[in-house]
């Protein structure tokens, strides 16, 4: 009986923190709870990315579309969670060992200390890659003041959900923008919010022992999606729903946040990632169903 409730345990514990590589977002229950509409990206053409279903204390808490070649994030999709905003850093950093195919169960696991890189820094980014750069910090494309429970923000600590950010751009801009829409989503977002965070790259990359290691990101962006908001906000509120974007350069100066719509941005990654021309972020473009009649609807 006692080896019975051991074996029990282990499993309990090796299953708390799984990040699942998966075929389909589909192929994961709840996993595409994550996506408007349960929807991805449409018209994303490379075919080595890989899709991990970001599972922490038994629960799928975002996905994650992951290029292995490059060793970043294409983009990570979330639902934004109501939060005071406050940053914690004390969680231990993850890594995804299903990328290196070595572990079968699909758990996400915190890096061991005197670990061996071998095993699994082919397929991606490793605490090693950060050490020794000055200029860049890790920075999260679903940021951990977007969460609001332990197990969420625990959840956005994988290198497989960051990319390099440029120091001044990470804490200044960039961060201000996260904090902006934090707020604005707080305030006037009734239902669920659904954010899409990604980078587009043009081959600079860091390097590690003289080898190209980890793409460094040209372009950070970012496009939310709420269709039940609050319709008695101000004007200047109001048009920045049901849908909105933002894009910024991934630099030291001239590096400020430009907000603009969803097609806007649309229209900028079909010239600057490997997408086609049926690239839409939100399924149906994030379309708020309307309970007025049609003539009635420009007046919202």
Known sequence: MR????????????????????????????????????????????????????????KPRYVTLYDPQKRIPVYSAYTFKKTEGDRRVDYPWMYEPQLAEIDGNGNMLPFPTGYLHMKFEDSQAVLDDYSDVVLYERGHLNPDQHQSTPHDRAATYT???VV???????????????????????????????????VTTRGNMIRRNNQDRVAIPEDVWSAYCCTEYDRNSPHDVRILFPSHAALAKNAKEGNSVHEMTVQELEMFLKNHMDVDQNLQIFYDNCISPSPLPLYLQHTI
């Not at 996260?178 to 977002?189: G, Q």
């Open 3 to 58: 080896m019975l409730t051991s074996l029990l345990l282990a499993l309990t514990i090796s299953y708390r923190s799984l990040a699942t590589v998966v075929q389909d977002f589909n192929h994961v229950e709840r996993c595409k709870d994550s996506l408007y509409m349960g929807t991805p990206p449409r018209g994303i053409t490379d075919i080595k990315l890989k899709k991990i279903c970001q599972r922490y204390a038994d």
């Open 164 to 198: 390099p950010e440029i120091r001044e751009f990470n804490i200044g801009p960039w961060r201000e923008y996260e904090e902006r829409i934090r707020v604005r989503l707080n305030n006037f977002c009734r239902g669920t919010a659904f954010i899409v965070t990604g």
């Open 159 to 161: 290198l497989t959900n």
